[in-house]
């Protein structure tokens, strides 16, 4: 008996351990990436790191380290990147939650997460082989390894997650909102636009928001497919360098313990809290759409 | 009225058009992979080493080396994935440090993974000596598949009737006793789906394996999860954009996302066959 009851206290005990670990993990994390970023700003001015945009940290003499370009190039690739997939993903995701017939959406769902499924080299490489020469082929360019490449890749990358929680979103309006509707002679269409989707509004959001942070975050697919060039973008048709790719570059060949090894932290770091933030917004908004009738 | 209903068939067939566009970059990212990569793929390109500087031969290492790398990844992230779980489904009230614990396993999944590589190469590499190693890749890719193990388990968990675990307390059972004999049966199948889709993301993986253990070439296989190792999503990368003969090899490169592509997508089926299964048990069950 007293066994028994040990044995249990024990296992409870055993497995908060284990769940306290993924709070001692994003502590973990958090902390290193401070600890370690930190450390660049010694030797570099918090105005130089986030107002120039010159990044050259192994430039002999006079090393310079402003990410302002990089930071621009994640924000042009991204900002591409949802215009192509908001519309899609949330038309997608509309007809899944209220058009489509159930046997349909059964057949679609597991489809759709196979495109998630897709490891992100796979998805360079596509862009690398196939979009990128198509890009180049189509608006007279010498090469396609552009942001306009970047942000086609980032667009089929994120849209599985705008479609899954938006879908989750859209389904969660409650029936007697339409039946309303339809009762007062409005058909189908109408009632989508007027007052399903205004409904799930904040949910939409929220999963846009997700999307985004999906794009904001994705290393090889950039890294193979942007071109990786480190000047202030000026368009869609130039090659960027985002924050995650030159994290991905230099990481591998710069010597520890330097400035340029700690100022990769300090990137990181600002990745993080970007996407710290993304998340607890989302997070937020997704809480909001849960009518309770 | 005429205006709006043409303006229903409109705006009903954009959406329908939205799908199979989205259908359609599916189909043909499979296409290009497997119209092109199939040529390659014979017993050779399977089981041997790479030659004459990667532009013939096969990339068996890298294959040993993504499920080596898989396997250490699993031994870590699942027991630890299915324990935390357990806690939150089945011991864990509503209380402030329960609620951190959910929180940071949410933003944990939001975490780019270019992130876990520098946590990888600051702490497992660096901070605890273990060095460019299977044992630091497969502990990174751990980390990043954590949050999803536990959140497919919870559901799985979730899932199982509230009687099954009243009728064991009802008989005297410890809590844990409820668990082990009836909670988790039920729960197995949505855990081992769950499991799976989790490892198949660990196992595409480049970014956090970067800088933490794996290599650009070795000529032979890892003897002990201290060495460093191949990778196919790796050795894709090196082969469309590192190699000093990219258009050569380029076949290489094909038949490489190919078997890899193939690997993932065959353990997304298998958990997709599982849960079919089991929601057909579920049903006949209630």
Same mark, same amino acid.
């Given at each position: 008996m007293?066994?028994? &009851?040990?044995?249990?206290?024990?296992?409870?005990?055993?497995?908060?351990?284990?769940a306290?670990?993924?709070?001692?993990?994003?502590?973990?994390?958090?902390?290193?990436?401070l600890?370690?970023?930190?450390?660049?700003?010694?030797?570099?001015?918090?105005?130089?790191?986030f107002?120039?945009?010159?990044w050259?940290?192994?430039?002999?003499?006079?090393?310079?380290?402003?990410?302002?370009?990089?930071?621009a190039?994640?924000f042009?690739?991204?900002?591409?990147?949802?215009?192509l997939a908001v519309p899609?993903?949330?038309?997608?995701?509309?007809y899944?939650?209220q058009?489509?017939?159930?046997?349909?959406?059964?057949? %679609?769902?597991?489809?759709?997460?196979l495109l998630a499924?897709?490891?992100?080299v796979?998805v360079?490489?596509i862009g690398?082989? *196939?979009?990128?020469?198509f890009?180049?082929?189509v608006?007279?360019?010498?090469?396609?390894l552009?942001?306009?490449n970047?942000?086609i890749?980032?667009?089929?990358?994120?849209?599985?997650?705008?479609?899954?929680?938006?879908e989750?979103?859209?389904?969660?309006?409650?029936?007697?909102?339409?039946?309303?509707?339809?009762?007062l002679?409005a058909n189908?269409?109408t009632?989508?636009?007027?007052?399903?989707?205004?409904a799930?509004?904040s949910?939409? $959001?929220?999963?846009? $928001?997700?999307?985004?942070?999906?794009?904001?975050g994705?290393?090889?697919? +950039?890294?193979?497919?942007?071109g990786?060039?480190?000047?202030?973008?000026?368009?869609?048709?130039?090659?960027?360098r985002?924050m995650?790719?030159? $994290?991905?570059?230099?990481?591998?060949e710069?010597?520890?313990?330097?400035? &340029?090894?700690?100022?990769l932290?300090?990137v990181g770091a600002?990745l993080?809290?970007?996407?710290l933030? +993304?998340?607890?917004?989302?997070e937020?908004l997704?809480g909001?759409?849960?009518?309770?009738? | 009225?005429?205006?709006?209903?043409?303006?229903?068939r409109?705006g009903?067939?954009?959406?329908?058009?939205? +799908?199979?566009?989205?259908?359609?970059?599916l189909g043909?990212?499979?296409w290009?992979?497997?119209?092109k990569?199939?040529?390659?793929i014979?017993?050779?390109?399977?089981?041997d080493?790479p030659?004459?500087?990667m532009?013939?031969?096969?990339i068996?290492?890298?294959?040993?080396?993504?499920?080596f790398?898989?396997?250490?990844?699993?031994?870590?992230?699942?027991p *630890?994935?299915i324990a935390?779980? $357990?806690y939150?489904?089945?011991?864990a009230?509503d209380?402030?440090?329960?609620?951190l614990?959910r929180?940071?396993?949410?933003?944990?999944?939001?975490?780019?993974?270019?992130?876990?590589g520098?946590?990888?190469?600051?702490?497992?590499v660096?901070?605890?000596g273990?060095?460019?190693?299977?044992?630091?890749?497969?502990?990174?890719l751990?980390?990043?598949?954590?949050p999803?193990?536990?959140?497919?388990?919870?559901?799985?968990l979730?899932?199982?009737p509230?009687?099954?675990?009243e009728g064991a307390?009802?008989l005297?059972?410890?809590?844990?006793?409820?668990?082990w004999?009836?909670v %988790?049966?039920?729960?197995?199948s949505?855990?081992?789906?769950?499991?799976?889709?989790?490892?198949s993301?660990?196992?595409?993986e480049?970014?956090?394996i970067?800088?933490?253990g794996?290599?650009f070439?070795?000529?032979?296989?890892?003897?002990?999860v201290?060495d460093?190792?191949?990778?196919?999503p790796? &050795?894709l990368?090196i082969?469309?954009?590192? &190699?000093h003969?990219i258009?050569? +090899?380029?076949?290489?490169?094909?038949?490489?996302? %190919?078997? %890899?592509?193939s690997?993932?997508?065959?353990?997304?089926?298998?958990?997709?066959?599982?849960?079919y299964?089991?929601?057909n048990?579920?049903k006949?069950?209630?």
């Open positions: 007293q066994k028994r &009851h040990f044995i249990d206290r024990a296992i409870k005990w055993l497995f908060f351990g284990a306290a670990t993924s709070v001692l993990v994003l502590l973990g994390i958090f902390g290193m990436l600890f370690n970023g930190v450390k660049a700003f010694a030797h570099i001015s918090l105005a130089e790191f107002f120039t945009s010159n050259n940290p192994s430039a002999y003499g006079e090393p310079s380290y402003g990410i302002l370009a990089m930071l190039s994640t042009l690739v991204t900002l591409g990147a949802m215009l899609l993903g949330v038309g997608a995701a509309t899944l939650a058009v489509a017939t159930e046997k349909t959406r059964l057949i %679609l769902k597991p489809v759709i997460e499924a897709i490891p992100s796979v360079g490489f690398i082989v *196939m979009v990128g020469p890009i180049a082929r608006f007279g360019l010498s090469n396609g552009t942001a306009l970047g942000a890749l980032l667009a089929v990358m994120s849209l599985p997650t705008i479609i899954t929680v938006a989750d979103a859209i389904r969660s309006v409650p029936n007697s909102f339409k039946e309303a509707s339809y009762s002679g189908q269409w009632t989508l636009i007027k007052v399903v989707l205004p799930a509004y949910g939409i $959001i929220a999963a846009i $928001i997700l999307g985004m942070g999906r794009a904001i994705e290393t090889m697919t +950039v890294l193979m497919a942007t990786n060039a480190l000047a202030m973008p000026r368009g869609f048709f130039d090659p960027v985002t995650t790719a030159t $994290i991905a570059i230099e990481l591998g710069v010597p520890y313990g330097t400035t &340029h090894y700690y100022s932290f300090a600002l993080f809290l970007i996407s933030v +993304v998340n607890l917004l989302a937020n997704a909001r759409y849960r009518y309770k009738l | 009225m005429r205006q709006n209903s043409l303006q229903q409109l009903l067939n954009t959406l329908r058009f939205f +799908v199979l566009l989205v259908l359609l970059f043909i990212i499979l290009e992979v497997f119209s990569g199939s040529g390659v014979n017993s050779g390109f399977l089981f080493y030659r004459k500087g532009t013939l031969g096969g068996f290492p890298t294959i040993m080396g993504t499920i790398v898989t396997l250490v990844t699993t031994i870590f992230a699942i *630890m994935g935390t779980a $357990i939150l489904s089945e011991y009230n209380n402030t440090v329960n609620r614990i929180a940071s396993i949410r933003n944990l999944a939001g975490v780019p993974s270019i992130i876990y520098l946590f990888g190469v600051a702490v497992f660096q901070g605890m273990l060095g460019s190693s299977v044992l630091s890749s497969g502990l990174t751990g980390l990043l598949t954590l999803y193990i536990i959140t497919t388990t919870e559901e799985a979730k899932n199982v509230h009687s099954y675990r307390l009802a005297g059972a410890t809590k844990w006793e409820a668990i004999t009836n %988790l049966p039920s729960a197995v949505g855990i081992v789906t769950g499991s799976i889709l989790g490892l993301r660990a196992a595409g480049t970014a956090p970067l800088f933490t794996v290599a070439y070795l000529r032979y296989l890892p003897a002990s201290s460093s190792f191949m990778a196919m790796y &050795h990368y082969l469309s954009t590192q &190699h003969a258009e050569e +090899v380029r076949p290489l490169a094909y038949g490489t996302a %190919l078997v %890899l592509l690997l993932v997508f065959v353990l997304n089926i298998i958990a997709f066959i599982i849960r299964r089991y929601r048990f579920n006949a069950r209630i």
